[in-house]
C-alpha cells in the first residue's frame, strides 16, 4: 500500500520547514511574507504528489471542521430543496461544506440527527425545527454551538432565524381574492402548531374577519398528506358547494388540490379560484397559472449563511440574537382572475 505524504514528508523533499509548509497551505504564504517564487514551488509539488491533508488534524488544530450541518424537513420538497442548493453554493464559496439530513417533521428522527452530527463537531446548525425539539436547541445554545432556525421558530427560545411574515403575506393572498369578488374562500392546511403554518391561518383568518365573511379550514396531518390529502379536499369541496375558493397552505397541499379539481372538472378560475402558499416550478406552466406566495429561497439562504458564519468566526457568548424577517413575493397569475365570471 502506498504510503500516505504527510505535511513532513513535503517539507523534507523541498528542504523546508513544516511551518512554511503549513502556512503556504493554509494561504498564509503573502499575510507571512513568503515569496511568491516558494509558493508556486510548493503548491506544484503538492499537486503533483496528490497531497490531501488530514482533515481531522487540522480540525483539531483549528477548532473548525468546516462542516455545516443542514436540518429540513424534506429535501424532495421544491422550497426545502432549493434551500438546500443554495446554502450549499454560498457555504462553498465561505470554504465550507454541507451536510444534510431530511427530518421529516420527526422530532425523534431530528434529534437523532443533532447528535449525530454534534458528534461529529459539525461547525453550525441550520435547523428549519419540527415541534418538541425546545429541550435540544436550548442544548445547543448553552454548548455554544453556532445555530440559526428558519421558515419556524420557537417563540420562547431567543436564537438566530430567518423567516418570512407568514401572516402578512397570507392575509395580502386572501384579499387579493376577496378583492377579485370571491366570497366563500376555504383554507387547506396542516394539522400543525409550528409557528409558519399557525401565522399562515392567522392570516387567513384575519382578512376574513375583516371583511365579514366566514372562514372554511380543512387540516391535514403532515404524515398522512399522501394518504388523505385527496380524499379530504374533495370531501371539503363535495360538503360545501358554495365554496368559489381554496387557498392552500403549502405547495405539495395545492397539487394534491389541483388533482381534486381535474378529476372534479371543475375550471380554474371559472369554477373556483385557487392560490397556494409556497410557488412551485409547474405552476407557471399550469392553465392556468397558479397564484402563489413565494418565498425568496436566494434572499433567505444568504441570510442564513451570514448569520451562521458571524457566529462561528466571532463566538462571543453575550452576541446578541438576530430575528430576520425576509419578504415574501405574491405571484399573480390566472388562477385567481377570470374576466367571464359571474358574481353574485
Do not use: W
Not at 42 to 50: C, T
Not at 101 to 109: E, F
Not at 150 to 155: A, H, L, S, T, V
Not at 221 to 234: G, L, M, P
Amino acid at each position: 500500500m502506498k504510503k500516505k505524504v504527510s505535511i513532513k514528508d513535503i517539507a523534507s523533499h523541498l528542504n523546508i520547514s513544516i511551518t512554511t509548509v503549513s502556512l503556504i497551505l493554509n494561504g498564509k504564504s503573502k499575510e507571512v511574507g513568503l515569496s511568491a517564487v516558494l509558493t508556486e514551488k510548493v503548491l506544484k509539488y503538492v499537486d503533483e504528489i496528490g497531497y490531501k491533508p488530514n482533515l481531522l488534524a487540522k480540525s483539531l488544530r483549528t477548532g473548525k471542521t468546516k462542516i455545516i450541518c443542514l436540518l429540513i424537513e424534506n429535501i424532495a420538497d421544491p422550497f426545502f430543496s432549493s434551500i438546500a442548493g443554495f446554502v450549499e453554493e454560498l457555504a462553498n464559496l465561505r470554504g465550507y461544506k454541507i451536510i444534510y439530513g431530511s427530518t421529516k417533521n420527526d422530532p425523534d428522527k431530528t434529534r437523532e440527527l443533532i447528535g449525530l452530527f454534534k458528534d461529529r463537531h459539525v461547525d453550525g446548525f441550520i435547523i428549519a425545527p419540527s415541534g418538541g425539539l425546545e429541550n435540544d436547541i436550548k442544548s445547543l445554545l448553552s454548548d455554544n454551538i453556532p445555530l440559526v432556525l428558519f421558515d419556524r421558530y420557537y417563540k420562547t427560545i431567543d436564537t438566530d432565524q430567518v423567516v418570512i411574515d407568514n401572516r402578512h403575506s397570507t392575509y395580502q393572498a386572501v384579499k387579493l381574492l376577496i378583492d377579485q369578488q370571491y366570497r366563500n374562500i376555504a383554507f387547506v392546511t396542516l394539522e400543525s402548531a409550528q409557528t409558519q403554518m399557525s401565522d399562515r391561518l392567522t392570516g387567513y383568518l384575519d382578512a376574513l374577519q375583516e371583511s365579514g365573511l366566514a372562514p372554511r379550514v380543512t387540516k391535514i396531518v403532515y404524515a398522512k398528506v399522501e394518504q388523505d390529502a385527496v380524499r379530504e379536499i374533495a370531501a371539503l369541496i363535495k360538503n360545501n358547494p358554495q365554496i368559489d375558493a381554496l387557498f392552500f397552505g403549502t405547495s405539495y397541499l395545492t397539487l394534491k388540490g389541483l388533482e381534486v379539481l381535474k378529476e372534479m372538472g371543475m375550471s380554474v378560475p371559472r369554477d373556483i379560484g385557487v392560490v397556494s402558499f409556497d410557488d412551485h416550478e409547474v405552476f407557471k406552466l399550469f392553465t392556468p397559472g397558479i397564484t402563489a406566495v413565494a418565498q425568496p429561497v436566494a434572499k433567505m439562504s444568504e441570510e442564513l449563511v451570514n448569520l451562521l458564519l458571524e457566529q462561528i468566526d466571532n463566538k462571543v457568548e453575550e452576541r446578541a440574537k438576530k430575528q430576520i424577517v425576509v419578504p415574501a413575493i405574491l405571484h399573480i397569475r390566472s388562477s385567481t382572475i377570470d374576466q367571464n365570471r359571474v358574481f353574485i
